[in-house]
């Protein structure tokens, strides 16, 4: 590739210009969020009816602000903190859906592209862009929008995997030599310390793991630094894994599908992670219809799906997108692995959850979901649940033995009233 690749490059604003009236868009999310596009889209005042697809984005949302709903509807796949008020508001959309079944939306034709607005990495001497931290539904975007319009970001790591995007397939790209969006975790509280602690001792030598983002997850990978062969199978990953890979945990030895590589969808972090995945062909990034394709996931031995909720009743029925009506987050990949671990050999589903809300208010086991609560994964599907007061294995038992097994794993400051509430089902005992 020619190094003058640069003297293409147009202003934000001339790159937008791209984007029409009454058209489909798609926007590359979480770290890989194309801001000064966007900015530029949103400084636009000509435009009505454009529907902006896109899974959780990091940043600011102008295009979902108040008095824009005539010139921009956003429609969730995941729904991140910049949406949830406009979601909420029903100035934006929300599809509930499985992260396995979005990039369908888009090649079978389901969700037509017009545009893809992607951030990407520089091109190589191959020609070669890589879609860099988000592959997740972006590849799927990129393949089928008619118009690819592109932020190349110097500070864009380069990854390996089904990620690439020719550089000569960009309409128009604006170059830009700024740092991602990085994401630090927060502090561990006592409670998040205690279910890594309990979770991590579900995790057994040679296990598959997928993790989401948060605490918990965080708690986890800090306690399985005694495990030997670990291996990385998953929708996405943090920080936390670079410090087990470092220690020598996760070698990847014993995965059936990609053995020594970790596989992910997308990653969320900080600079050391952007720093770990840049060129590094261990780490293989791949549309998120084949990471969490059920018949895939359960090809590797001992899978842990690692993922928590929200709310969870004594049947075993797991909220994790919604407070109520209240669209919180999506069904993401959650059903994907608590299934596809399932069907692995030796695989251990987990949802993963602190007793309580709302600093000990409210029970987050509860006799029933709150009204609008959605059901992400059915009681059909749950195995263990886990809070810091114990885990518990709800699969196979009956609806009784759930409701014991789950009381018994409450805020004891709510177990008596629990106890009460399920005496009206099972006056029996």
């Known amino acids: 590739m020619s190094p003058d690749w640069k003297s293409s490059a ?30 530029a889209l949103c400084a636009r005042h000509d435009l009505e009816g454009v529907k902006l697809y896109h899974l959780h984005t990091a940043g600011p949302a102008p295009f979902a602000a108040s008095g824009r709903e005539r010139e921009f509807r956003s429609v969730s796949l995941f729904t991140g903190a910049p949406l949830r008020q406009a979601v909420a508001e029903d100035r934006a959309d929300f599809i509930p859906i499985f992260l396995s079944d979005i990039p369908a939306l888009f090649l079978s034709g389901s969700v037509p592209l017009d545009v893809a607005l992607l951030q990407v990495s520089p091109p190589d001497r191959h020609g070669m862009c890589s879609l860099g931290t988000s592959c997740d539904a972006a590849r799927a975007a990129a393949t089928t929008a008619r118009v690819i319009i592109a932020e190349i970001n110097e500070q864009m790591p380069r990854t390996h995997g089904n990620n690439v995007l020719p550089f000569d397939q960009i309409d128009a790209f604006v170059a830009t030599d700024r740092p991602l969006v990085e994401h630090r975790p927060a502090p561990e509280t006592v409670v998040e310390a205690r279910i890594g602690e309990l979770v991590a001792g579900l995790v057994e030598d040679g296990s598959t793991l997928q993790m989401g ?212 089902l099972h006056p029996g005992g």
């Open 213 to 424: 983002i948060g605490g918990i997850p965080d708690a986890v990978l800090a306690r399985l630094h005694g495990k030997h062969d670990l291996g990385i199978h998953t929708e996405m990953f943090s920080d936390g894994v670079v410090d087990l890979v470092e220690a020598g945990v996760i070698t990847n030895r014993l995965k059936a599908v990609s053995p020594g590589r970790i596989v992910t969808s997308f990653i969320n972090g900080t600079r050391r992670l952007f720093d770990f995945v840049h060129d590094n062909p261990l780490v293989a990034f791949h549309p998120c219809d084949w990471t969490n394709d059920t018949s895939v996931i359960r090809r590797n031995p001992k899978v842990v799906a690692i993922n928590s909720a929200i709310q969870i009743d004594l049947t075993g029925q797991v909220c994790a997108d919604s407070i109520g009506h209240r669209i919180y987050s999506g069904i993401g990949g959650q059903m994907d692995f608590i299934r596809g671990a399932a069907l692995s050999p030796g695989g251990r589903p987990i949802i993963a959850l602190p007793s309580t809300a709302a600093s000990g208010r409210v029970s987050r086991i509860s006799f029933q979901l709150a009204a609008g609560a959605g059901v992400v994964t059915t009681r059909g599907h749950v195995h263990w649940v886990v809070t810091e007061y114990g885990p518990v294995n709800l699969h196979g038992r009956t609806l009784r033995e759930r409701a014991a097994a789950l009381i018994s794993i409450a805020h004891p400051d709510f177990r008596a009233e629990l106890e009460r509430d399920c005496r009206t």
């Open 10 to 39: 147009v202003s934000p604003a001339d790159a937008a210009a791209f984007v029409r009236s009454g058209t489909n868009v798609f926007i590359h999310g979480a770290c890989a969020t194309p801001a000064p596009l966007i900015e």
